[in-house]
């Protein structure tokens, strides 16, 4: 076992933005994923235009069924639950920044501390940027079969998220 993790009431999450300017960019979509399997993915209303790179990785695999920000909003919050997960994101300062300009922090489903997985890679001597650089090193070591999942997509970089973490959990090896 590479780490023993601190608590098991996570939550998986990623989200798609505008652009990576948090003072002008929008939610586009979320993907949430349950330790039990159970998925949210909602694709949200916006107004900001998407800089050339959403709009030539992102938008083309949406499936443009936007939701309103207000129906979002209760849809995540029931999902989520009370018992207030931690949320686990690959570079978390962007996915929860443009989160709480939807929901803001003090009223947040999640726990008000929000785990960045590329950080838990860095602290295992892993290179954080393994997940989008040399990618396909770290998903054989750990057997994951990454093209099944859609790539750019908010509910399927949740759900591989997912699996590399229980990957390096249940890895008896270091990677």
Same mark, same amino acid.
């Given at each position: 076992? !590479?780490f023993?993790?601190?608590?098991?009431?996570? !939550?998986?999450?990623?989200?798609?933005?505008?652009?990576?300017? !948090?003072?002008?960019?929008?939610?586009?979509?979320?993907?949430?994923?349950?330790?039990?399997?159970?998925?949210?993915?909602?694709?949200?209303?916006?107004?900001?235009?998407?800089c050339?790179?959403?709009?030539?990785? !992102?938008l083309?695999?949406l499936t443009?069924k936007?939701?309103?920000?207000?129906?979002?909003?209760?849809?995540?919050?029931?999902?989520?639950?009370p018992?207030?997960?931690?949320?686990?994101?690959?570079?978390?300062?962007?996915?929860m920044?443009?989160?709480?300009?939807?929901?803001?922090?003090?009223?947040?489903?999640?726990?008000?501390l929000?785990?960045?997985?590329?950080?838990?890679?860095?602290a295992?001597?892993?290179?954080?940027?393994?997940?989008?650089?040399?990618r396909?090193?770290?998903?054989?070591?750990?057997?994951?079969?990454?093209?099944?999942?859609?790539?750019?997509?908010?509910?399927?970089?949740?759900?591989?998220?997912?699996?590399?973490?229980?990957?390096?959990?249940?890895?008896?090896?270091?990677i």
């Amino acid at each position: 076992m !590479i780490f023993k993790p601190f608590s098991d009431n996570i !939550i998986f999450f990623d989200a798609e933005f505008t652009n990576l300017d !948090i003072r002008t960019g929008e939610l586009i979509s979320i993907g949430i994923v349950k330790m039990n399997g159970e998925e949210l993915y909602l694709e949200l209303e916006y107004n900001e235009k998407p800089c050339d790179w959403v709009k030539e990785n !992102i938008l083309p695999n949406l499936t443009n069924k936007k939701t309103p920000k207000k129906e979002a909003i209760k849809k995540i919050k029931k999902f989520v639950g009370p018992n207030k997960p931690y949320a686990v994101a690959y570079v978390n300062q962007f996915d929860m920044a443009f989160f709480y300009k939807l929901i803001p922090q003090i009223d947040s489903p999640f726990l008000w501390l929000p785990i960045d997985f590329a950080s838990v890679l860095f602290a295992l001597g892993i290179n954080p940027e393994i997940m989008t650089k040399s990618r396909t090193e770290l998903y054989k070591k750990l057997n994951i079969d990454y093209k099944k999942y859609e790539k750019h997509n908010a509910l399927e970089d949740a759900k591989l998220l997912k699996e590399v973490y229980l990957g390096l959990i249940k890895n008896e090896k270091n990677i």
